[in-house]
C-alpha cells in the first residue's frame, strides 16, 4: 500500500503570542478544530521512508542546531495564493529556513507547494473574503497586543496528521546537545 499519510514539523509556541493566536483562531474560525499555535518548520508532507528512520534523521539534525529567538512582525495574508492570515517571522526567520533547507532532506525531503516562508499561521479560512475579513480583525488586534513578540524556539514536534485538520504529536525533538545527561543528575 502506497504511503498517504502526512508528517510535518512544528515548533509549538506556548507562550502569552500562542494563547493570543488561539483565542483570535477560535473567534474567527469556531468551527475549526481545535490547533494549537506553531511554527511550521516542515509543511505537510509524505515521508521517503518510515517514521523510525525519519525521527532518527530528525533528531541527528536538530542535535547540530542551537536553540534560537525569532520576532513575530505584521499580521499578513497569502492572498489570492490561499485564503490564509498569518503573523510574519521579522527578526531570525533566516534561521527557521536554515532548519527547514537542513531537514527537508532524505526521509522528510518533499517539493515544497509554495515556497518556504517562516510565519505563525492565525487562521485558514474557507474563501478569500473570509480571509480579508479575518485579516482586518486580526491585524487590528495585534497592534493592541501588549505582550512581547519573541519566540524561543527550542524544541520541535514530529506530527502525523490522522484525518483532515486533525493531528497528534509523535515525538518532542530538542534542539542542540544537552550537556548534562538527564540520568546524572
Known amino acids: 500500500m502506497m504511503q498517504t499519510r502526512r508528517y510535518a514539523l512544528v515548533a509549538y509556541v506556548r507562550n502569552p503570542v500562542g494563547e493570543f493566536v488561539e483565542r483570535l483562531r477560535q473567534e474567527l474560525h469556531p468551527d475549526l478544530p481545535h490547533l494549537p499555535a ?12 518510515g517514521e523510525l528512520s525519519a525521527l ?9 542546531v542551537n536553540p534560537f529567538e525569532i520576532t513575530l512582525g505584521d499580521v499578513e495574508t497569502f492572498v489570492p495564493v490561499t485564503p490564509t492570515v498569518f503573523i510574519r517571522v521579522a527578526h531570525a526567520a ?12 532524505k526521509t522528510l525531503a518533499a517539493e515544497e507547494e509554495w515556497p518556504y516562508m517562516p510565519h505563525l499561521t492565525i487562521v485558514k479560512m474557507s474563501a478569500e473574503e473570509q480571509a ?17 513578540r519573541h519566540i524561543e524556539v527550542k524544541e520541535l514536534t514530529f506530527v502525523r496528521e490522522e484525518e483532515q485538520n486533525r493531528w ?5 525533538v530538542p534542539l542542540g546537545r544537552s550537556l548534562v545527561s538527564p540520568h546524572t543528575r
Open 38 to 49: 506553531h511554527l511550521t518548520v516542515l509543511p505537510p508532507r509524505c515521508l521517503q521512508g
Open 56 to 64: 532518527a534523521m530528525l533528531e541527528e539534525v536538530c542535535s547540530q
Open 94 to 105: 533566516y534561521r527557521m529556513r536554515e532548519l527547514h533547507d537542513r531537514l527537508n532532506t
Open 132 to 148: 480579508q475579513r479575518a485579516f482586518m480583525t486580526a491585524r487590528d488586534r495585534w497592534a493592541e497586543f501588549e505582550g512581547g
Open 168 to 172: 497528534v504529536d509523535l515525538a518532542g
